[in-house]
């Protein structure tokens, strides 16, 4: 028997929709373990994040400290580790962002812990099946120590419902803050009114085929249509045609959203590893043989100079009769 402790990650006062896939997994790693889910929330803002919190577990534990205006792993990784071993925790977990991908593996380390990276599917209470080779395989690990640190694949888990009766919050003390001589220098966060590209419902993604930066602008349109996160492939994010943190893909930000356009991208796997997760995938391309298409719902073999203005027209006629 054994809880299991969430790091759950939050914005403006509200658990990121992220968070939610993290504690679907928590319920059924708590079902498999017979314990209680217990969420994590550390940082500023994290009391104020904290009554949302609890309309998902049934204990949320807020961490907040003057120590601790921003993230750093070497800060927070002690506080996560001491309150998994007060709270009894036998499961550690995050969702595999960036954030959780840097924290739970020196999370693990300072609790002796093995450590299963971007799961998709629990089996038991200590095997994890996990992606290998870029999603085109899943290997499934055995972990066999006491504590077990995981990260969670979004696409994986269905965000998960809120509880009938909201959950208990209480406070842990930070304890001694020691950066290790690590500093926070500065978010270099592109600012956005769009929502943020791992949360979004909608997501229009762009390549190579856009050509240059200033093409992305019809894409932009269309995602503020739609009220969509934009993404990009690795090709386009590393021609500086736009920002690196649009990336979507093996190495960028794994994404699962209702809706996935993928213009004038190829569809090569470490793209499709990102995104392929999605619920609909509308793919533009003007070449019928890109493996795109595979997986593609909706295909539209056609070059997006043509396609994409013509679907902004439609949509906004669409808008207006409503
Ligand atoms: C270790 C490793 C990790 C990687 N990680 C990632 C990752 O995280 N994410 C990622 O995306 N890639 C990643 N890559 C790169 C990946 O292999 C591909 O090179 C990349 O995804 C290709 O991007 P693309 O589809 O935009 O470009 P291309 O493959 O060049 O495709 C461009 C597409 O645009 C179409 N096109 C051209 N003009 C038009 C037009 N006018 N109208 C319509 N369609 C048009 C073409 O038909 C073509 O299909 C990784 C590679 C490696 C080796």
């Not at 093995?114 to 870029?134: N, Q």
């Not at 972990?143 to 406070?171: D, H, K, M, N």
């Amino acid at each position: 028997m054994g809880n299991i402790l969430a790091f759950c990650e939050f914005q403006d006062a509200a658990l990121r929709i992220s968070a939610l896939s993290n504690i679907a997994f928590a319920r059924t790693a708590a079902a498999a373990h017979g314990g209680e889910v217990i969420a994590l929330l550390v940082g500023a803002g994290a009391q104020a994040a904290s009554a949302g919190a609890a309309k998902y577990a049934g204990k949320v534990i807020v961490v907040e400290d003057g120590a601790l205006p921003h993230y750093l792993a070497e800060t927070y990784a002690p506080i996560v580790a001491r309150l998994a071993k007060e709270n009894g925790a036998t499961v550690v977990t995050a969702t595999a962002t960036a954030l959780g991908k840097d924290l739970i593996p020196r999370v693990a380390a300072l609790l002796d812990a093995g450590m299963a990276s971007d799961i998709k599917e629990m089996k038991g209470t200590k095997e994890f099946v996990r992606p290998i080779l870029a999603g085109n395989a899943y290997s499934t690990v055995e972990i066999t120590t006491p504590i077990v640190c995981v990260t969670v694949r979004q696409s994986e888990f269905e965000s998960a419902a809120e509880l009938g009766a909201a959950g208990a919050v209480t406070t842990a003390a930070a304890g001694t803050v020691d950066a290790l001589g690590a500093t926070f220098e500065k978010l270099d966060a592109t600012k956005s009114d769009r929502p943020d590209l791992g949360d979004a419902k909608v997501v229009v993604a762009g390549g190579r085929g856009m050509k240059n930066g200033e093409n992305f602008k019809v894409l932009e349109q269309l995602a503020d249509l739609l009220g969509a996160a934009m993404g990009a492939s690795r090709a386009a994010t590393d021609a500086g045609m736009v920002p690196a943190d649009w990336q979507v893909g093996q190495t960028g930000k794994i994404v699962a959203p209702n809706l996935y356009f993928a213009v004038a991208i190829s569809g090569a796997i470490q793209h499709l590893a990102g995104m392929k997760g999605s619920k609909t995938i509308v793919a533009i391309n003007k070449n019928k043989d890109e493996p795109i298409f595979q997986v593609a719902d909706y295909g539209l073999v056609m070059e997006w100079e043509k396609a994409v203005p013509e679907l902004i027209s439609e949509i906004k006629k669409l808008k207006a009769t409503r």
